[in-house]
C-alpha cells in the first residue's frame, strides 16, 4: 500500500476524533452547572476505551465509535478542569472586606481613562492579620483622583513587580443583557476568579513594593514596548493603532478607531491575526534560511547535519512562536502557529496530509489549551475564514503578477462573501465596504505598517513613519465609512436560521458546478428576511437592560420604539451606550423613536449621545439644563407634566415635572416620570425623584397605578414612600443597580416597604435584563434564568 493510501485510511478516524473532541467540549460548555468529579472522571476513563477499540478499526462505524469516545474523553477532562478551577472561587464571606494581598503583577497594567488595571497572582492573603485563601489570580482597578471621596494615585507599576496591597475583592459579575458580552465567561478563561479595587488612601495600609522582579519577562517586555511607542508618538490614537501591530495591545486602540474599523470591516488586521504570524514566520524562514547558509561557507560543521531549509523552517517557527507570545498568544495566532508547526513537520518529514487534517487538528490544538474558546467569536471567524480558503482551493500557487492580483481579490471576495452571514450572527453588523477596505488595508498593514511597527522596537525612529502611515489608513478608512450603505445591520437571527445562511455563504463561493452554488441563495433569505417578533397592536413589552448603576429601560409598541434613559457613563471613551444600549438595540432590530432623558445625572445621561449618534432619527425628551452638552447637541424637547402620545394603542403620558419647573433646581427634583399603560396593564418610570416629588404626584390626582414600577432612585432610602406605593400598587418593583454598589442601593429598608405593599423586587444584580409584557403581566423574565451556564455568577 502506498503512502498516500496509508495516509487517506487513516485521516478517516483521524478527522472522526477531531470532531467529536468538538463536539464532546460543546456539550460540557452547555452545562448549567458542574457535576461531582465522578462522573466526570468515569467518562474520561469510558471515553478512552472507546476511543482506543474504535480506532484500531479500519471499518467506518468504528470510526464513530472512536469519535464518541474521544467526544466523552473531552467531555469529561473539561469538567473535571473546571470543577478545579471552580474549587479556587472566593468566598461570599469576603467579599467588600478590607484584604491585604501580596502578589506578583501577572500581566502589563493597563491604564484607564478612571484607573489602571492589574492582574495579580495572589501569594498570600489576609483579614485582620489573619491568613485567608483567595483566589490565586484577581484582576484590581488602581483608581485615579478620588475613590469615595478619598484621593488616590496608582504608583509606577510594572509586570513582574511583587507589591503587597489593601484591596476590596468581590465575585466576577458582569452584565447580563440578550445577545450580550459575557464577560464572566471572559474572567473565567483568563483565569481570574475575583476582581476588586486597590484602597491607597491616607487611612489604608501603604502599598508596597516588595520585588522588582523578572518572573513574567515577556509581558514586562510588551509593556517596555508599549511605553516607548506612546513615548515616541505623540498622538495617542496613532500610538495606540501601533501598539496593537506591534505587540497585540488591542486595549491601546480608542473606541473612535474601533468603530471606524468595524464599520469598514478591517478589524481584524488590528489583531494579531494569522497573516501577521504567517508573514513573521515567512520572513523568519527566509532569514534563518540565508544565515545558514552563511555558516554553511564559513565551514561550520552544524550545517552538515542540518540542511538550510530543515533550518529555515524550525527557526521560522520557533521565532513565530515568539512573536505569537509576544503579541498576547490570541486565538488566530494559535491557530496559525499550529498550523505552521504541523506543515513544517510534514516537509521535514517529507510527507503531505490533506488540508482539512491539517484543519481540523489545529482547532483540536486550540481546544485543547483553552476549551471555552469554542465560545469566542474570534475562533470561528479565524477557523471559518481558513477553512473556506482551503475549500475553495483559493490558496494555491499563483504565477506571474496578475495572476497574484487576481488570487488576491478572489481570496478577499471568498472571505468577505462566507464570513457575512458570521459576522450578522455574532455582531449583528456586516462591512458593505468591506472588500474594497480590505484589498486596501491588507496590503498596507502586512507590508508597510506592521513591519514599521515591529522594526520600531529596535529602531525607534521607524514609529514615526508608522504613524504616518496610520493616519494614512485612518484617512481613506474614514472616506470609505461615509459612503452611503457602508455597513449593514440587522436584528439577531436564531442559531438555526444563522447556520443555513453561512452554509449557503459557503456554497457561494466553492468551487462547484454553478447549479450546486446557487443552492445557497435559498439558505441565504431566511437569515436576511428574518424579524424579531414585536408587540400586537393595543400592547407594549418593557425591557429593563442591565447597566449596572443606572437607568435604561427599553419600550416597545406594534411600530415604535422609546428609550427611558441611556445607562452611566465609565469615562472619556466608555459608557452603557457603547458598551450595552447600542449592541442590544442593533440585535434586536430596533429603531428608536423618541429618547427620553430624566435628568442629567450622569447615570442617567451618560450613554445619550453615543445612543443618539447611531439613532439619529430619534426625537429626544428631557429634563435638563440650559448648559447642558445634550441640550447643545441635539434638538430638544423638554418634558412637562401634561404631555401625552399615543402609539398603536398604547398610551404615554408625561406626569412630572410640572410645567415651568425651575430648570436650575436639583437634577433629581426635575425627572421625568413617565406612564404607559394599554388595556389595562400599566408601567410607571419615575427616574430619580425623592419623597417630596412623590408626595407632589399623589396629591395631584393623576393615575399612578401599575403593574411595574421603575423603583425611584435606584432604590434610595430618599425615595419610595408609603404614599406612593400605596398609589401605585406594583406588582412587580425593578430596581436598576450594580452588584455590591458603593451607595447600598436598594436600601434594605425601601425592599421591606415594596414586599410589605406585595411587589416583587426584581433587581438586575439577581435578574439581569428584565422583560415584561402587558399581554402576561404577571411574569417577569430575567436573562439570567435564560440559558444559564456554570461560569455565571449567582448571588448567594
Given at each position: 500500500?502506498?503512502?498516500?493510501?496509508?495516509?487517506?485510511?487513516?485521516?478517516?478516524?483521524?478527522?472522526?476524533?477531531?470532531?467529536?473532541?468538538?463536539?464532546?467540549?460543546?456539550?460540557?460548555?452547555?452545562?448549567?452547572?458542574?457535576?461531582?468529579?465522578?462522573?466526570?472522571?468515569?467518562?474520561?476513563?469510558?471515553?478512552?476505551?472507546?476511543?482506543?477499540?474504535?480506532?484500531?478499526?479500519?471499518?467506518?462505524?468504528?470510526?464513530?465509535?472512536?469519535?464518541?469516545?474521544?467526544?466523552?474523553?473531552?467531555?469529561?477532562?473539561?469538567?473535571?478542569?473546571?470543577?478545579?478551577?471552580?474549587?479556587?472561587?472566593?468566598?461570599?464571606?469576603?467579599?467588600?472586606?478590607?484584604?491585604?494581598?501580596?502578589?506578583?503583577?501577572?500581566?502589563?497594567?493597563?491604564?484607564?481613562?478612571?484607573?489602571?488595571r492589574l492582574l495579580l497572582d495572589v501569594d498570600a492573603a489576609?483579614?485582620?492579620?489573619?491568613?485567608?485563601?483567595?483566589?490565586?489570580?484577581?484582576?484590581?482597578?488602581?483608581?485615579?483622583?478620588?475613590?469615595?471621596?478619598?484621593?488616590?494615585?496608582?504608583?509606577?507599576?510594572?509586570?513582574?513587580?511583587?507589591?503587597?496591597?489593601?484591596?476590596?475583592?468581590?465575585?466576577?459579575?458582569?452584565?447580563?443583557?440578550?445577545?450580550?458580552?459575557?464577560?464572566?465567561?471572559?474572567?473565567?478563561?483568563?483565569?481570574?476568579?475575583?476582581?476588586?479595587?486597590?484602597?491607597?488612601?491616607?487611612?489604608?495600609?501603604?502599598?508596597?513594593?516588595?520585588?522588582?522582579?523578572?518572573?513574567?519577562?515577556?509581558?514586562?517586555?510588551?509593556?517596555?514596548?508599549?511605553?516607548?511607542?506612546?513615548?515616541?508618538?505623540?498622538?495617542?490614537?496613532?500610538?495606540?493603532?501601533?501598539?496593537?501591530?506591534?505587540?497585540?495591545?488591542?486595549?491601546?486602540?480608542?473606541?473612535?478607531?474601533?468603530?471606524?474599523?468595524?464599520?469598514?470591516?478591517?478589524?481584524?488586521?488590528?489583531?494579531?491575526?494569522?497573516?501577521?504570524?504567517?508573514?513573521?514566520?515567512?520572513?523568519?524562514?527566509?532569514?534563518?534560511?540565508?544565515?545558514?547558509?552563511?555558516?554553511?561557507?564559513?565551514?561550520?560543521?552544524?550545517?552538515?547535519?542540518?540542511?538550510?531549509?530543515?533550518?529555515?523552517?524550525?527557526?521560522?517557527?520557533?521565532?513565530?512562536?515568539?512573536?505569537?507570545?509576544?503579541?498576547?498568544?490570541?486565538?488566530?495566532?494559535?491557530?496559525?502557529?499550529?498550523?505552521?508547526?504541523?506543515?513544517?513537520?510534514?516537509?521535514?518529514?517529507?510527507?503531505?496530509?490533506?488540508?482539512?487534517?491539517?484543519?481540523?487538528?489545529?482547532?483540536?490544538?486550540?481546544?485543547?489549551?483553552?476549551?471555552?474558546?469554542?465560545?469566542?467569536?474570534?475562533?470561528?471567524?479565524?477557523?471559518?475564514?481558513?477553512?473556506?480558503?482551503?475549500?475553495?482551493?483559493?490558496?494555491?500557487?499563483?504565477?506571474?503578477?496578475?495572476?497574484?492580483?487576481?488570487?488576491?481579490?478572489?481570496?478577499?471576495?471568498?472571505?468577505?462573501?462566507?464570513?457575512?452571514?458570521?459576522?450578522?450572527?455574532?455582531?449583528?453588523?456586516?462591512?458593505?465596504?468591506?472588500?474594497?477596505?480590505?484589498?486596501?488595508?491588507?496590503?498596507?498593514?502586512?507590508?508597510?505598517?506592521?513591519?514599521?511597527?515591529?522594526?520600531?522596537?529596535?529602531?525607534?525612529?521607524?514609529?514615526?513613519?508608522?504613524?504616518?502611515?496610520?493616519?494614512?489608513?485612518?484617512?481613506?478608512?474614514?472616506?470609505?465609512?461615509?459612503?452611503?450603505?457602508?455597513?449593514?445591520?440587522?436584528?439577531?437571527?436564531?442559531?438555526?436560521?444563522?447556520?443555513?445562511?453561512?452554509?449557503?455563504?459557503?456554497?457561494?463561493?466553492?468551487?462547484?458546478?454553478?447549479?450546486?452554488?446557487?443552492?445557497?441563495?435559498?439558505?441565504?433569505?431566511?437569515?436576511?428576511?428574518?424579524?424579531?417578533?414585536?408587540?400586537?397592536?393595543?400592547?407594549?413589552?418593557?425591557?429593563?437592560?442591565?447597566?449596572?448603576?443606572?437607568?435604561?429601560?427599553?419600550?416597545?409598541?406594534?411600530?415604535?420604539?422609546?428609550?427611558?434613559?441611556?445607562?452611566?457613563?465609565?469615562?472619556?471613551?466608555?459608557?452603557?451606550?457603547?458598551?450595552?444600549?447600542?449592541?442590544?438595540?442593533?440585535?434586536?432590530?430596533?429603531?428608536?423613536?423618541?429618547?427620553?432623558?430624566?435628568?442629567?445625572?450622569?447615570?442617567?445621561?451618560g450613554g445619550a449621545a453615543t445612543v443618539l449618534a447611531t439613532?439619529?432619527?430619534?426625537?429626544?425628551?428631557?429634563?435638563?439644563?440650559?448648559?447642558?452638552?445634550l441640550a447643545a447637541r441635539y434638538p430638544l424637547t423638554r418634558?412637562?407634566?401634561?404631555?401625552?402620545?399615543?402609539?398603536?394603542?398604547?398610551?404615554?403620558?408625561?406626569?412630572?415635572?410640572?410645567?415651568?419647573?425651575?430648570?436650575?433646581?436639583?437634577?433629581?427634583?426635575?425627572?421625568?416620570?413617565?406612564?404607559?399603560?394599554?388595556?389595562?396593564?400599566?408601567?410607571?418610570?419615575?427616574?430619580?425623584?425623592?419623597?417630596?416629588?412623590?408626595?407632589?404626584?399623589?396629591?395631584?390626582?393623576?393615575?399612578?397605578?401599575?403593574?411595574?414600577?421603575?423603583?425611584?432612585?435606584?432604590?434610595?432610602?430618599?425615595?419610595?414612600?408609603?404614599?406612593?406605593?400605596?398609589?401605585?400598587?406594583?406588582?412587580?418593583?425593578?430596581?436598576?443597580?450594580?452588584?455590591?454598589?458603593?451607595?447600598?442601593?436598594?436600601?434594605?429598608?425601601?425592599?421591606?416597604?415594596?414586599?410589605?405593599?406585595?411587589?416583587?423586587?426584581?433587581?438586575?444584580?439577581?435578574?439581569?435584563?428584565?422583560?415584561?409584557?402587558?399581554?402576561?403581566?404577571?411574569?417577569?423574565?430575567?436573562?439570567?434564568?435564560?440559558?444559564?451556564?456554570?461560569?455565571?455568577?449567582?448571588?448567594?
Amino acid at each position: 500500500m502506498t503512502e498516500e493510501a496509508v495516509l487517506s485510511s487513516r485521516a478517516g478516524p483521524w478527522l472522526a476524533c477531531c470532531i467529536g473532541f468538538v463536539l464532546g467540549t460543546a456539550g460540557q460548555l452547555q452545562q448549567a452547572a458542574l457535576w461531582p468529579a465522578w462522573p466526570y472522571a468515569v467518562s474520561c476513563v469510558a471515553g478512552m476505551a472507546l476511543a482506543w477499540r474504535g480506532w484500531r478499526r479500519s471499518r467506518p462505524a468504528w470510526h464513530g465509535l472512536a469519535a464518541l469516545g474521544v467526544a466523552a474523553l473531552a467531555f469529561g477532562s473539561v469538567g473535571l478542569r473546571a470543577l478545579a478551577f471552580d474549587a479556587q472561587a472566593l468566598a461570599p464571606a469576603l467579599e467588600g472586606r478590607d484584604l491585604v494581598l501580596s502578589g506578583r503583577v501577572a500581566a502589563m497594567p493597563q491604564p484607564g481613562d478612571l484607573a489602571v488595571r492589574l492582574l495579580l497572582d495572589v501569594d498570600a492573603a489576609q483579614l485582620d492579620g489573619a491568613a485567608v485563601r483567595v483566589p490565586p489570580r484577581v484582576e484590581l482597578s488602581w483608581y485615579r483622583g478620588s475613590l469615595d471621596g478619598v484621593p488616590q494615585r496608582p504608583a509606577d507599576v510594572l509586570a513582574g513587580d511583587r507589591w503587597t496591597l489593601q484591596v476590596r475583592l468581590r465575585a466576577p459579575h458582569g452584565q447580563r443583557n440578550p445577545h450580550g458580552f459575557d464577560y464572566e465567561l471572559w474572567l473565567w478563561e483568563r483565569g481570574v476568579q475575583a476582581t476588586g479595587y486597590v484602597r491607597a488612601g491616607p487611612k489604608d495600609a501603604a502599598p508596597r513594593l516588595l520585588e522588582r522582579g523578572w518572573r513574567h519577562p515577556v509581558e514586562r517586555a510588551r509593556q517596555a514596548v508599549r511605553g516607548a511607542i506612546f513615548a515616541r508618538i505623540a498622538e495617542p490614537a496613532r500610538a495606540g493603532v501601533v501598539a496593537a501591530l506591534a505587540m497585540g495591545d488591542q486595549g491601546a486602540v480608542e473606541r473612535a478607531d474601533w468603530d471606524l474599523f468595524r464599520a469598514t470591516g478591517v478589524s481584524h488586521l488590528l489583531s494579531v491575526s494569522g497573516l501577521h504570524v504567517t508573514m513573521f514566520a515567512w520572513l523568519a524562514t527566509a532569514l534563518v534560511g540565508w544565515a545558514w547558509r552563511r555558516l554553511d561557507r564559513l565551514g561550520w560543521a552544524a550545517c552538515l547535519w542540518c540542511p538550510a531549509p530543515h533550518a529555515g523552517l524550525v527557526g521560522g517557527v520557533a521565532l513565530a512562536a515568539a512573536y505569537a507570545l509576544f503579541s498576547g498568544w490570541g486565538v488566530p495566532a494559535q491557530r496559525t502557529l499550529v498550523m505552521l508547526a504541523v506543515v513544517a513537520l510534514l516537509r521535514l518529514a517529507g510527507r503531505q496530509w490533506p488540508w482539512p487534517l491539517v484543519w481540523a487538528l489545529a482547532g483540536l490544538a486550540v481546544l485543547a489549551l483553552d476549551p471555552w474558546a469554542l465560545l469566542q467569536a474570534g475562533f470561528w471567524l479565524s477557523f471559518v475564514a481558513v477553512g473556506v480558503l482551503f475549500a475553495s482551493d483559493a490558496g494555491r500557487v499563483a504565477q506571474g503578477a496578475v495572476a497574484r492580483v487576481r488570487r488576491l481579490l478572489r481570496e478577499q471576495a471568498i472571505v468577505t462573501v462566507a464570513l457575512a452571514p458570521l459576522s450578522l450572527m455574532l455582531f449583528q453588523q456586516v462591512s458593505l465596504v468591506g472588500l474594497v477596505a480590505n484589498l486596501l488595508a491588507i496590503p498596507w498593514v502586512t507590508l508597510v505598517l506592521t513591519p514599521l511597527a515591529l522594526l520600531g522596537v529596535a529602531i525607534a525612529p521607524l514609529w514615526d513613519l508608522a504613524a504616518m502611515a496610520t493616519s494614512a489608513m485612518l484617512t481613506v478608512l474614514g472616506w470609505l465609512a461615509q459612503w452611503p450603505l457602508a455597513s449593514l445591520s440587522h436584528a439577531a437571527v436564531p442559531l438555526p436560521l444563522g447556520a443555513a445562511a453561512l452554509l449557503g455563504a459557503v456554497l457561494l463561493v466553492l468551487r462547484l458546478p454553478l447549479g450546486v452554488r446557487l443552492l445557497g441563495l435559498p439558505l441565504l433569505l431566511p437569515a436576511l428576511l428574518w424579524q424579531p417578533a414585536r408587540p400586537a397592536p393595543g400592547q407594549f413589552d418593557l425591557l429593563a437592560a442591565d447597566i449596572g448603576q443606572g437607568n435604561a429601560v427599553l419600550l416597545r409598541t406594534a411600530h415604535h420604539s422609546l428609550l427611558y434613559d441611556t445607562g452611566p457613563r465609565h469615562g472619556q471613551d466608555s459608557d452603557a451606550g457603547h458598551r450595552v444600549l447600542v449592541p442590544l438595540l442593533r440585535a434586536l432590530g430596533e429603531r428608536l423613536d423618541r429618547v427620553v432623558v430624566s435628568h442629567a445625572d450622569s447615570d442617567h445621561s451618560g450613554g445619550a449621545a453615543t445612543v443618539l449618534a447611531t439613532q439619529p432619527q430619534a426625537a429626544l425628551l428631557a429634563s435638563l439644563p440650559d448648559g447642558h452638552v445634550l441640550a447643545a447637541r441635539y434638538p430638544l424637547t423638554r418634558c412637562a407634566a401634561g404631555q401625552r402620545w399615543d402609539w398603536d394603542g398604547v398610551r404615554f403620558e408625561v406626569l412630572h415635572p410640572p410645567a415651568g419647573a425651575a430648570r436650575d433646581a436639583r437634577p433629581n427634583t426635575l425627572s421625568c416620570v413617565l406612564r404607559v399603560q394599554a388595556q389595562g396593564a400599566a408601567v410607571l418610570l419615575a427616574g430619580d425623584i425623592e419623597q417630596a416629588q412623590e408626595q407632589q404626584l399623589v396629591a395631584g390626582g393623576a393615575a399612578l397605578q401599575a403593574d411595574v414600577l421603575l423603583v425611584p432612585h435606584h432604590g434610595s432610602k430618599t425615595s419610595s414612600s408609603t404614599a406612593l406605593l400605596q398609589a401605585v400598587a406594583p406588582r412587580f418593583a425593578l430596581v436598576q443597580a450594580g452588584y455590591r454598589n458603593r451607595f447600598g442601593h436598594p436600601a434594605p429598608e425601601v425592599v421591606q416597604r415594596l414586599q410589605g405593599w406585595g411587589a416583587t423586587v426584581v433587581g438586575s444584580p439577581a435578574c439581569g435584563a428584565a422583560h415584561w409584557r402587558s399581554d402576561v403581566p404577571e411574569r417577569v423574565v430575567c436573562a439570567r434564568a435564560q440559558q444559564p451556564r456554570y461560569w455565571q455568577h449567582r448571588l448567594p
